[in-house]
């Protein structure tokens, strides 16, 4: 499968042109309508940005330069503002990805409980390395630092949904059922694994559904509780603790702050009714009580 966003020599993350070319009228309008839907839940129409990106997701299949484009024109953002958020999280794809992202992860307990090795043999049964697709455009091979579910290391994630205590050879029949089209259960969770466009709209805020099907927290994250049960064990209040902790706390020797440094209390914050279309305030403002240049940020005392 042909890669977009790739990186240059000089580092650069460039966009083919492919994925400028624009949206199709009826899909714009689509994309508009449900761009409509989550802005509306936020005060500040910028902060739909990322659930608006996986919205570009589940029509493209990943953050095209056009879903750049389009998050830009909605939320009033440069598409440099638009692209700086899209390059630092991982669930946001600058080149195609496949229909199922399958992440092994490998760090410390599913690696040493076997992760490493199922990396190595699917890696090597697929043909492909981190991060590289299939070439029937079915599975996006991840290495994943934590899946989060280590009482059931070493798990595997399709398109995040949990597949735990696997095998290389368990891995590896997961990747061949997902390339052969057949409906893959996972272990918690819904009955199928959805497309990556799928989960995509759902990550956007469009509820498929799936949320209550299947297990949520299996045995292993229960025992626990169920120990502490059988026991009779509580957590403590937190109210016998709350004098001492107080007491030991550090107290402030200065209410002054490094040079170049701010307080919580000095940085500005949005007020409680502020519009959506209102300008965020800045700690530079025309309102900073500051005072000092505006241009650089520098104290003028």
Same mark, same amino acid.
């Given at each position: 499968?042909?890669?977009?966003?790739?990186?240059?020599?000089?580092?650069?993350?460039?966009?083919?042109?492919?994925?400028?070319?624009?949206?199709?009228?009826?899909?714009?309008?689509?994309?508009?309508?449900?761009?409509?839907?989550?802005?509306?839940?936020?005060?500040?129409?910028?902060?739909?940005?990322?659930?608006?990106?996986?919205?570009?997701?589940?029509?493209?299949?990943?953050?095209?330069?056009?879903?750049?484009?389009?998050?830009?024109?909605?939320?009033?953002?440069?598409?440099?503002?638009?692209?700086?958020?899209?390059?630092?999280?991982?669930?946001?794809?600058?080149?195609?990805?496949?229909?199922?992202?399958?992440?092994?992860?490998?760090?410390?307990?599913?690696?040493?409980?076997?992760?490493?090795?199922?990396?190595?043999?699917?890696?090597?049964?697929?043909?492909?390395?981190?991060?590289?697709?299939?070439?029937?455009?079915?599975?996006?091979?991840?290495?994943?630092?934590?899946?989060? @579910?280590? +009482?059931?290391?070493?798990?595997?994630? &399709? $398109?995040?949904?949990?597949?735990?205590?696997? #095998?290389? /050879?368990? =891995?590896?029949?997961?990747?061949?059922?997902?390339?052969?089209?057949?409906?893959?259960?996972?272990?918690?969770?819904?009955?199928?694994?959805?497309?990556?466009?799928?989960?995509?709209?759902?990550?956007?805020?469009?509820?498929?559904?799936?949320?209550?099907?299947?297990?949520?927290?299996?045995?292993?994250?229960?025992?626990?509780?169920?120990?502490?049960?059988?026991?009779?064990?509580? @957590?403590? +209040?937190?109210?016998?603790?709350?004098? &001492? $902790?107080?007491?030991?706390?550090?107290?402030? #020797?200065? /209410?002054? =702050?490094?040079?170049?440094?701010?307080?919580?209390?000095?940085?500005?914050?949005?007020?409680?009714?502020?519009?959506?279309?209102?300008?965020?305030?800045?700690?530079?403002?025309?309102?900073?009580?500051?005072?000092?240049?505006?241009?650089?940020?520098?104290?003028?005392?």
């Amino acid at each position: 499968m042909e890669h977009y966003g790739l990186q240059t020599a000089a580092g650069h993350l460039t966009v083919a042109a492919e994925s400028k070319e624009p949206y199709a009228a009826d899909v714009l309008a689509a994309l508009h309508e449900d761009a409509a839907q989550v802005v509306a839940k936020y005060p500040q129409k910028r902060s739909a940005l990322l659930p608006l990106l996986h919205l570009v997701q589940s029509v493209d299949g990943y953050v095209t330069g056009r879903g750049i484009d389009f998050c830009a024109d909605v939320l009033d953002l440069t598409t440099a503002e638009v692209s700086g958020v899209a390059t630092f999280y991982t669930q946001y794809k600058r080149h195609p990805n496949g229909e199922y992202t399958v992440g092994i992860c490998t760090n410390t307990l599913c690696a040493i409980m076997g992760g490493d090795q199922i990396w190595d043999e699917v890696s090597e049964h697929l043909g492909i390395g981190h991060d590289e697709t299939t070439p029937d455009g079915k599975v996006t091979l991840e290495r994943v630092e934590c899946n989060a @579910a280590c +009482d059931f290391a070493p798990v595997v994630m &399709a $398109n995040w949904e949990f597949f735990d205590n696997q #095998t290389p /050879d368990s =891995t590896k029949q997961l990747v061949d059922d997902l390339r052969a089209g057949k409906d893959v259960k996972p272990s918690r969770g819904p009955s199928k694994v959805c497309t990556f466009k799928q989960v995509s709209r759902v990550l956007a805020g469009f509820h498929d559904g799936l949320a209550d099907e299947g297990v949520g927290a299996g045995h292993a994250s229960l025992e626990g509780l169920k120990l502490a049960h059988e026991r009779g064990w509580t @957590a403590p +209040d937190g109210k016998a603790g709350e004098t &001492a $902790n107080a007491d030991q706390q550090p107290e402030a #020797t200065s /209410d002054e =702050t490094a040079p170049g440094r701010h307080t919580s209390t000095d940085s500005a914050a949005n007020a409680p009714g502020e519009a959506v279309d209102d300008k965020p305030a800045t700690l530079f403002d025309e309102n900073n009580d500051k005072g000092g240049d505006k241009s650089t940020g520098k104290d003028e005392s």
